[in-house]
């Protein structure tokens, strides 16, 4: 999406120094983030969910180059669907796992329930639909009362459990989401470099083209938000598990513009990029928590520095997991 | 497997760019569309490929109708083009652009292919295999993994034609594939079309290169303001009068033309025979 790609002759294979210290680093956080603090363990957690809903959202924005600016919607399913079955709220109380499964099944329902109308725009015009979309299901979960607990949310969830091992320290969340997050990685991944992936970039780079060579885009493009939106819905899970508590605030326009934000920031159409803006987003305001009123304006200042610095993102495309790889075992 | 066209008509709102054109494509030969700026040549392929609705009549190939086709099935019934502005997946590299031309017959395997490396793996090879191939025959191997859009201009146009070539096509459709290529790159794109020509496919050119066309084509249609003006062989076309006065410009040019084109015969006859 960037110039500087174009003017690249050949993608970049030489050079295992970054990516041995990246993955010596990356191993050396993870191994010291369960001797944090809980308050720490939490922020970390937070940085998870984001960090799985980013790689969520990138399918359709990095893979597929369509703006879905509504993506909090599926969140926001996920969430309520653990609400709903694992609460009081009508007194069900399934186990965790079958949630994640009903939710992801039931994300997926939504992806291409919303997809099929949708999918038929075009730029701007999907942007503000899809805009339109989270916020309808945000006031829509706002004002049925009677099943969603209206602005008071349902609180009191069950604690989670898998095969009888109770998920409830912010540690055992930790664990949790870290499998989850490799795990959806390497799914998105390979999907990535799968045919339909190659697909995806096709689209991205030219739709009528694409049809040309005989991709049915709609469905190619159906698959993306699909996926996206099953990533979505389990990520909304493990956040309502965690939070026990669940309400419409968590689910605004903003959280969707600042999943958009670590895309763009981190490195468009790359998981290694959205690691890094996911990183940039939610650690940074915290440690500047003193200068808590200035975070709008630094986050201003940011995206025009990067956008001068680095149009294509803190890791460019060019830099993915593959390079990573590669670089690590010396392929 | 013939390409019909029957009565075929384009409207731009009041514009007609296209009116009562009828006329058939065989296999086996290489067809010509030549005519002035404007007058239909790339509505024509453009609706043959569905990337325009057609106005009145009908597109088939053989007996299946393919006006009113998505046009991501007509391109999945055999149908093949290239653009006269070139149209790349440029932000993806050589060889992924002709890969991705395998989609209609991977795609409901994806889910193997995600969950299971080894049969990933497997596909890959092949797919890559037969894309590097067909890249060899077009010297274009060595950018292999370069990005499509930092490929130099005629590298371009040649990579558009072999994305268009990767699922073997029934009917290739070429919108002047010699536009903005030098007197070199012009002779290899003659000697790789017609080396390309096959008794399972239908090939049409459209260009404004008359050597090129008065050497490659076996049949010219020339078109004149959305009308069927004249087909032919290359000689009945330059012959005709209807044709010199609409298009070709007077008898002298002719002369020119028919002196260059034998001569571009005998250059390519000398390069087949090398090449064998
Ligand atoms: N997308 C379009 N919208 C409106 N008019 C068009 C469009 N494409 C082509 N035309 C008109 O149709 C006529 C034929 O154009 P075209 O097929 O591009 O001619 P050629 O390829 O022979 O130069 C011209 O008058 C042109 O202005
Ligand atoms: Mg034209």
Known sequence: MSSTDTTMQSIPRTGRLVPIVVFIVAIALIALTPFLGNYYIRVVNG????????????????????????????????????????????????????????????????????????????????????????????????????????????????????????????????????????????????MEKSILGKAWAAIREDQDAARGIGINTTNAKLAAFATSATIGSIAGVIFAASQRFVSPESFSLQESVLIVLMIVIGGIGNILGIIAGAAILILLPEVLREFAEWRILFLGLLMIALIILRPAGIVPRSFGPERLIRGLFGK | MTLVFDNLRKQYGNNVAIDAVSTRFE????????????????????????????????????????????????????????????????????????????????????????????????????????????????NLQGYAHAYAGSLPYGRQRMLEIARALVTNPKVLLLDEPAAGLNHHETAELTAK????????????????????????????????????????????????????????????????????????????????????
């Open chain 2, 27 to 138: 296999p086996g030969l290489i067809h010509g569309i030549i005519g002035p700026n404007g007058a239909g040549k790339s509505t024509l392929i453009n609706m043959t490929a569905g990337s325009y609705t057609v106005s009145a009549g009908s597109i088939s190939l053989d007996d299946r109708k393919l006006s009113g086709l998505k046009k991501y099935q007509i391109a999945n019934a055999g149908i093949a083009r290239t653009y006269q502005n070139i149209r790349l997946f440029d932000q993806m590299t050589v060889l992924e652009n002709l890969e991705v031309c395998f989609y209609p017959q991977e795609v409901g395997q994806t889910w193997k292919e995600v969950i299971w490396p080894p049969f990933a793996k497997k596909r890959e090879a092949r797919r890559q295999d037969a894309c590097m191939e067909l890249l060899s025959f077009f």
């Open chain 1, 47 to 190: 940085l998870l969910i984001y960090i799985l809903l980013g790689i969520g959202l990138n399918i359709v924005i990095g893979y597929a180059g369509l703006l879905d600016l509504g993506f909090v919607a599926f969140y926001a399913v996920g969430a309520y669907t653990y609400g709903l079955l694992a609460s009081a709220q009508l007194g069900i109380h399934l186990p965790f796992l079958l949630i994640v499964l009903i939710a992801a099944l039931l994300g997926m329902l939504v992806g291409i329930l919303l997809g099929v109308p949708v999918l038929k725009l075009r730029g701007d015009y999907l942007a503000i639909v899809t805009l339109g979309f989270g916020e309808i299901i945000r006031i829509l979960v706002n004002n049925v009362d009677w099943l969603t607990g209206g602005p008071k949310g349902i609180a009191r969830l069950d604690k989670a459990s898998i095969f009888g091992i109770e998920i409830a320290r912010p540690v055992d969340f930790y664990w949790l989401l870290l499998v989850t997050v490799f795990i959806v990685a390497t799914i998105v991944w390979r």
């Open chain 2, 193 to 276: 079309l017609s080396e390309l020509k096959s008794q399972n496919r239908v090939m049409i050119i459209v260009e404004h290169d008359m050597d090129l066309v008065m050497a490659l084509c076996d049949r010219i249609v020339v078109m004149h303001h959305g009308k069927l003006l004249f087909q032919g062989t290359p000689g009945e076309v330059q012959a005709s009068s209807d044709v010199q006065l609409a298009y070709l410009g007077t008898a002298n040019d002719i002369d020119d033309i028919k002196a260059a084109a034998q001569d571009r015969r005998a250059q390519l006859g000398i390069r087949t025979r090398q090449r064998s």
